[in-house]
């Protein structure tokens, strides 16, 4: 689904801006509306505080 995609890439723009709170937002709408995706999985571990690794291998990335 190429919308609960975007609110967690929203979510990842967001925090990457230092907007954490308005991050998370869009975090817990993802996990709410949309729990049983992959995207869903994503933005609980986001949300957990555990994501910038796994944000950057999402797109390739090895270690930073």
Known sequence: NKYVSSLLKQGMALD???????????????TNRFPNTPEATRAKQLLAGKGYFLHLTLYGAAYV
Do not use: D, F, I
Not at 16 to 30: D, F, I, P, Y
């Open 16 to 30: 990457a801006n230092g907007n954490r709170e308005q991050a998370k937002v869009r975090w817990r709408e993802v």
